[in-house]
Antibody, heavy 118, light 109 residues
Framework: QVQLQESGPGLVQPSETLSLTCSVS????????WTWIRQPPGKGLEWIGN???????NYNSSLMSRLTISVDTSKNLFSLKLNPVTAADTAMYYC????????????WGPGTLVTVSS | AIQLTQSPSSLSASVGDRVSITCRTS??????LAWYQQKPGQPPKLLIY???SLRTGVPSRFSGSESGTDFTLTIRSLQPEDFATYYC????????????FGQGTKLEI
């Protein structure tokens, strides 16, 4: 059973960097895509981007200029950096896997709420 | 803009009812579609992928279908645990790689 767990600060100052990590257990990150998705409070889901175990990435064009997603195969985790942030980036951030197929997200972390505020 | 139009945005039903939720893809845009269920305070849960393939462990009262640009999630004989918000999601590879979600349908008692 694939398990994912997000970690990182719950509060980020405007114009600073949002950094999150997703630790993967029960599976190797190698040979799969790993994804970040966010959900503003009371709103719908937005795909942020993904990374393959080789390090190649795909980003949502609306976030591309501020976004970096990376993978660390030695630690079996992947990460998200978004810089600079504004209040509009306040959301629940989820990491997810495309373990069974790369067109959908079959395993999700519980999510971590990130608030952008001074 | 590439869009996935989900309807209705909310739906009231009773235990035992049959309900359907539809997602319409942008004209000329194709790609596999999945359905998720989300309950308050929880991450989304994959129900169906590739339009009609039921994920292992998901009850058979959930089903998906496709007709042209319209995709439908049907839940027959609603159970109390089915009241939640449902999202469709499409995987697009042209003109660029993108995953898009529908706006969600809140299914209420």
């Amino acid at each position: 059973q694939v398990q994912l767990q997000e970690s990182g600060p719950g509060l980020v100052q405007p114009s600073e960097t949002l950094s999150l990590t997703c630790s993967v257990s029960g599976a190797s990150v190698i040979n799969y895509y790993w994804t970040w998705i966010r959900q503003p409070p009371g709103k719908g889901l937005e795909w942020i981007g993904n990374v393959y175990s080789s390090g190649s990435t795909n980003y949502n064009s609306s976030l591309m200029s501020r976004l970096t997603i990376s993978v660390d195969t030695s630690k079996n985790l992947f990460s998200l950096k978004l810089n600079p942030v504004t209040a509009a980036d306040t959301a629940m951030y989820y990491c997810a896997s495309s373990y069974g197929g790369n067109s959908y997200f079959d395993y999700w972390g519980p999510g971590t709420l990130v608030t952008v505020s001074s | 803009a590439i869009q996935l139009t989900q309807s209705p945005s909310s739906l009231s039903a009773s235990v035992g009812d049959r309900v359907s939720i539809t997602c319409r893809t942008s004209q000329g845009i194709s790609g596999p579609l999945a359905w998720y269920q989300q309950k308050p305070g929880q991450p989304p849960k994959l129900l169906i992928y590739d339009a009609s393939s039921l994920r292992t462990g998901v009850p058979s009262r959930f089903s998906g279908s496709e007709s042209g640009t319209d995709f439908t999630l049907t839940i027959r004989s609603l159970q109390p645990e089915d009241f939640a918000t449902y999202y469709c999601q499409q995987f697009i590879t042209y003109p660029r790689l993108l995953y898009i979600f529908g706006q969600g349908t809140k299914l209420e008692i």
